[in-house]
């Protein structure tokens, strides 16, 4: 029972907690605590393990943002690579509840009211499910997921576009890197895009996101061209959006997402540099759905 269960808590642990690390941590908790279970007195196994994990998750979560709020620079979800999948309506499902743009929008939310929402609106769980998960009244339920609602919006989770477009968005951003000229990249750009490099004071990144296109365009055609030019691209799918991991001869020293609009333009850029997310990625074995 449990096994089965497995790819669907490390899902929802992922996107409660924004660490796939931290999120298989939560599963193996939730693992031990059904190991000492009475189960012959589970009327039912998969609302038992749902309301355990996500119990679990929300007491991680609250303690990785006290933690977070003395992180040097500006964090980032740990980005994971995805199974491709093998249908447009797959893919689109895929990047539109895993992509990071969607991810940090989701850190707008106090821990129950994610867990709520999660739960309701991406994994379609029945509203008494939901609130017996949480420990809440169903009507206690109905307002967190509303007020999850509310604060997220419908423009602001990231547009899902198709393939060919990430990867012209993909190679724009690369050539203006590799030549230095933004002119090309400069055209895909909203004039609010967000620049974001997470290298968690372990290496050299930015310490604020870059705001506007005149600052990022800057950033990517002067400071990345510089040091970044020599570097080999691999192309990925990183949370269900195309992306790419970056290496310094045979050293992952980064990983590049991109979020776009409904209109196909560039909206933000997500650079992880920090090692310690960086770990794990290469490790095509290690995916989620």
């Known amino acids: 029972m449990f096994e089965n269960r497995r790819p669907f808590l490390t899902g929802l642990a992922y996107r409660i907690l924004g660490s796939l ?3 298989e941590d939560a599963v193996q908790d939730t693992y031990l605590k059904w190991q000492a279970s009475e189960r012959g007195t589970i009327s039912n196994p998969a609302g038992w393990l749902t309301a355990a994990c996500t119990r679990r998750c929300i007491d991680m979560l609250r303690s990785a943002r006290r933690t977070r709020v003395d992180y040097v620079g500006a964090w980032l979800p ?3 690579q995805t199974m491709i999948e093998e249908t447009p309506e797959g893919a689109a499902e895929l990047s539109s509840t895993l992509s990071l743009a969607f991810m940090l929008v989701l850190e707008r939310l106090a821990p129950k009211e994610r867990a709520a929402y999660l739960l309701r609106e991406i994994f379609d769980q029945p509203y008494a499910d939901v609130a017996a998960a949480l420990d809440v009244t169903e009507a206690t339920c109905r307002k967190l997921v509303s007020r999850a609602r509310n604060r ?10 198709p393939k060919e477009r990430q990867d012209a968005l993909l190679a724009a951003f690369q050539a ?4 230095g000229s933004t002119a090309r990249l400069a ?8 620049l974001r490099a997470d290298g968690g004071g372990k290496v050299l990144a930015l310490l604020h996101p870059l705001s506007g296109k005149a600052d990022v365009l800057g950033f990517v055609g002067k400071i990345l061209n510089r040091s970044w030019s020599g570097y080999k691209w691999q192309r990925v799918d990183i949370n269900g959006t195309r992306g790419a991991l970056v290496f310094d001869g045979p050293d992952l020293v980064a990983s590049v997402s991109l979020a776009s609009d409904a209109q196909g333009a560039l909206s933000g850029i997500y650079i992880m540099r920090n090692p310690d997310k960086l770990a ?3 490790d095509a074995d290690r995916t989620i759905r």
């Not at 203006?176 to 030549?179: D, E, G, L, S």
């Not at 055209?187 to 967000?194: A, H, S, Y």
């Open 21 to 23: 690390a931290e999120a």
């Open 78 to 80: 740990e980005p994971i």
């Open 152 to 161: 997220i919006g419908r423009e602001e989770t990231g547009a899902v576009v």
């Open 176 to 179: 203006a890197i590799a030549t």
């Open 187 to 194: 055209r895909l750009m909203r004039e609010d895009i967000e």
């Open 280 to 282: 794990r990625l290469a």
